[in-house]
């Protein structure tokens, strides 16, 4: 069967939120007779139909193979490919040139460069911006690339998917503040073990916190729970299989988000979901938006300063005190992005770029 619709991943060694996405959006257009597949250099990561193509681990090997892969999608039928996120934006032309429909699916933030050493460099940041033009059309999970390009981006934002709030659970909460995420620099986990160490500073009983991922950052995290005496209070575990992950949110009073550099985060989907209010890092995307900014109020947006605020500390600590009166309005608010919504609308575009081809076609 011939494919009208390819999903293109470069990442590798690399599972979050961003493969999450597109896996379960293959997925979607699939169960709706849209015909997609998704190509990567690493298929049994996928749960969805896939293609293997060489690795393009480098931006060099990116654009070098992009052309073969152009006209191997061409034989294969294919109309429209999805460029996922910033790291294969800047092929737009390339695919273009060999007359294939292109849309752009980003989920980070396009920026200059900032303190914290994340985001683009000034050719590499106007760079996408002009390959953009390029595009047919653009979606983001994050609304901050509204105001970054020089084309319309249309938000659609994240979702999640029905069984995450169907999933047993709602059982005992063993833990008062819990982040899963990968371990990484972007993620800025030393700064949720800080919080930690300050919360007990001020708390009238022990205030418990549980970590979940792994990454290059793990033994650095691990020193950081050491270097403030934080071992019997910080638990640090493995990934855990998707499915068992709403039992590990209901375990979890309050959810954290420290990263420096967001889109729309899954995790924060997912534990609102189970009921579980968040707090955010402003600089974590839409994240800060969705808890604070969108009715009702689910959590708390915060600055890596404030964890130096009393103010902010005592804040934290009637959230976590408070969590279950916010459990109703977490998963109403959740129900907002579903995978109708969110990924039905991506197909929605989709299909009006097959329809623009097949009516020129016709002509």
């Not at 019997?232 to 855990?240: G, N």
């Amino acid at each position: 069967m011939s494919q009208r619709i390819c999903i293109y991943s470069p990442s590798e060694k690399i599972w979050g939120g961003g493969q999450i996405y597109i896996d379960n959006l293959c997925r979607y257009l699939n169960a709706n007779a849209m015909n997609a597949v998704i190509s990567t250099s690493e298929p049994d990561s996928f749960s969805s139909l896939t293609i293997r193509m060489p690795s393009v681990s480098s931006k060099r090997e990116r654009l070098l193979k992009a052309p073969a892969l152009a006209k191997s999608l061409k034989t294969r039928g294919v109309e429209v490919i999805v460029l996922n996120d910033l790291s294969s934006l800047w092929l737009a032309p390339i695919f273009r040139f060999y007359g294939l429909k292109v849309v752009s699916l980003l989920h980070l933030y396009l920026q200059l460069k900032n303190k914290a050493g994340l985001g683009h460099g000034w050719p590499e940041f106007h760079m996408l911006r002009m390959a953009s033009r390029f595009a047919n059309r653009v979606y983001s999970v994050n609304k901050d690339n509204q105001q970054s390009f020089p084309v319309p981006v249309e938000f659609v934002g994240n979702f999640i998917s029905p069984w995450f709030f169907s999933a047993p659970g709602f059982g005992e909460k063993r833990y008062d503040l819990g982040l899963i995420a990968r371990l990484s620099a972007e993620k800025n986990i030393p700064l949720f073990v800080k919080l930690l160490a300050k919360l007990n500073d001020v708390s009238e009983r022990p205030i418990t916190g549980l970590i979940v991922g792994k990454g290059e950052e793990g033994a650095l995290v691990r020193r950081e729970i050491e270097r403030l005496g934080m071992q019997e209070l910080i638990e640090l575990r493995p990934w855990v299989d998707r499915q068992d992950l709403p039992s590990v949110y209901d375990q979890i009073r309050c959810f954290a988000i420290t990263s420096h550099h967001e889109g729309f985060a899954t995790t924060l989907l997912e534990a609102h979901a189970r009921g579980v209010p968040a707090i955010t890092t402003h600089s974590a995307g839409y994240c800060a938006e969705f808890v604070e900014g969108v009715n009702p109020v689910t959590g708390i947006a915060f600055d890596p300063l404030d964890v130096e605020s009393d103010t902010f500390i005592h804040s934290l600590i009637d959230l976590i005190e408070d969590s279950g009166s916010y459990r109703e309005a977490c998963r109403l608010k959740a129900e907002q992005f579903t995978e109708e919504r969110v990924l039905g609308h991506i197909q929605a575009g989709i299909e009006l770029l097959i329809g623009q081809r097949s009516s020129k076609a016709a002509e």
